[in-house]
């Protein structure tokens, strides 16, 4: 379970009554949570700023008066944040098959009211867990970033040789530099990437991309 301090379970449901037992049932496995009637009030208080640096999930209503937990969700989904925030959505029976194409769609999981407390817990547990993974990998691509952007331009053009397989020979020929020259600035982007081969090098890059 996710210590209190290190997570936030977002409800949006325009049930007064769902809400709070949600909430007490969040707070009884030591899980704050912050209540919404709608998605509005949600998009205005969450989505208008950064997402919390930390884990955090959305437990969403399928069907609410105004902005429906439908469209909520796909506006999520166009921001590319259902692995950082990660949608369960609360359904009634007739719901069902909207909320499995939901979940075909990029949703985590729904639960059918009413639901299972420990059944539900779990879900939000593990939620939270894709949320804290993603946000890790957030981090590291960040990292990653931050170090590429402290190469000097040579240090860049050698990065980009030594990737491609390149030996010193011939990149120190495509850059029209000294072999010694190339050996110095191929040391120096390990230091800075803080890697210690070629293949480690490629690797780190190849995550950085695949994390998008």
């Known amino acids: 379970m996710q210590p209190a301090q290190d997570a936030t379970v977002f409800i949006v449901d325009d049930d007064t009554s769902v809400?709070?037992?949600?909430?007490?049932?969040?707070r009884s496995r030591h899980l704050p949570s912050e209540c919404f009637d709608g998605a509005s009030a949600f998009e205005r208080a969450v989505l208008?700023?950064?997402?919390?640096?930390?884990?955090c999930c959305l437990l969403l209503d399928v069907r609410m008066p105004g902005i429906s937990g439908l469209s909520l969700f796909d506006a999520l989904v166009q921001r590319g944040?259902?692995?950082?925030?990660?949608?369960?959505?609360?359904t009634g029976h007739a719901d069902v098959p909207t909320a499995v194409d939901a979940v075909k769609r990029g949703a985590f999981d729904f639960c059918e009211k009413p639901f299972s407390d420990n059944a539900l817990v779990d879900r939000i547990e593990q939620a939270l867990a894709?949320?804290?993974a993603s946000l890790n990998t957030q981090r590291a691509?960040?990292?990653?970033?931050?170090?590429?952007?402290?190469?000097?331009e040579r240090e860049r053009d050698v990065l980009r040789n030594v990737v491609a397989g390149l030996p010193n020979k011939l990149i120190a020929d495509a850059?029209?530099?000294?072999?010694?020259?190339?050996?110095?600035?191929?040391?120096r982007v390990f230091d800075k990437m803080q890697v210690k081969s070629a293949v480690e090098l490629a690797n780190l890059l190849s995550s950085l991309d695949a994390g998008g």
């Open 19 to 26: 809400r709070e037992a949600l909430a007490w049932l969040l």
């Open 48 to 55: 208008a700023k950064p997402l919390p640096d930390q884990p």
């Open 81 to 90: 944040l259902t692995q950082r925030l990660p949608v369960i959505f609360l």
């Open 130 to 132: 894709q949320s804290k």
């Open 141 to 152: 691509s960040q990292g990653v970033q931050a170090r590429l952007a402290d190469l000097t």
């Open 175 to 187: 850059l029209d530099i000294s072999v010694r020259t190339v050996e110095v600035h191929r040391a």
